[in-house]
């Protein structure tokens, strides 16, 4: 165990904004945290826990190989680390390409607003900062999308999940109560630890900023201090 409280970095999901980690982070007074752009793999420099929500699970998973000497842990939120089978990344790839060409033809508003119709994302609608997020993903550029995508998409990414096994650091998932998806997902694919956030669903970490904030906290203090 260390005594010297770990860095923690915080890497948002597809369309995201490092601000979308704001309300989560004010709950973790006493710790350097920040928050990073997906695209951009932070060269760290400290003893650090990395935290990825959605597509941003996958990033770190990246930031985790580039900088393996000082990543200490990794936390998961809602995030799937991939799909071995052929057929799946197929689809993925078709659905994908259709994203992207409704995001140019359609443009960014029009898509935005679509994206948000998805049945994933209903809990979210309910949350007092989906506005604000809303107008913050308005702000996306087609070409932020394809770049997106292109890096750290299920369909162009390799298979975690089957890699898991050979990382040593401690791992910890998280995903909210009525997010059905992930939580096959994670009795699936992952034995590893796990919690299921109260009255929650996809975008948990807005949903429920400060139950997230303790389970990290948890997690550090648990395997860190």
């Not at 842990?73 to 994203?99: P, Q, Y």
């Not at 049945?119 to 979210?124: E, G, R």
Request: with cysteine; glycine share 6%.
């Amino acid at each position: 165990m260390s005594t010297q409280k770990p860095e923690l970095h915080f890497f948002h999901g597809f369309l995201g904004d490092p601000c979308d980690w704001d309300p989560l982070r004010s709950h973790l007074t006493g710790y350097h945290s920040f928050s990073h752009d997906i695209l951009e793999i932070p060269a760290l420099k400290k003893p650090s826990i990395l935290i990825g929500y959605s597509m941003g699970g996958r990033a770190i998973l990246q930031t985790y190989r580039a900088n393996i000497q000082h990543v200490k842990g990794m936390v998961f939120l809602s995030s799937n680390l991939g799909t071995s089978s052929l057929k799946d990344k197929k689809t993925r790839k078709h659905e994908e390409g259709l994203w992207i060409e409704k995001s140019q033809q359609e443009g960014i508003d029009s898509f935005i607003k679509w994206w948000y119709e998805k049945p994933l994302f209903a809990p979210f609608k309910a949350s007092p900062f989906y506005h604000q997020v809303e107008a913050r993903r308005r702000k996306n550029t087609h070409s932020t999308i394809v770049n997106q995508l292109n890096r750290f998409s299920l369909a162009r990414t390799e298979n975690w999940w089957e890699k898991i096994s050979e990382i040593t650091i401690p791992l910890y998932f998280l995903f909210g109560e009525h997010d059905t998806k992930y939580d096959r997902i994670y009795k699936k694919c992952c034995s590893l630890p796990k919690a299921c956030i109260p009255k929650s669903g996809h975008v948990l970490h807005l949903e429920a900023p400060a139950e997230c904030a303790h389970n990290i906290k948890q997690f550090v203090e648990v395997n860190y201090d």
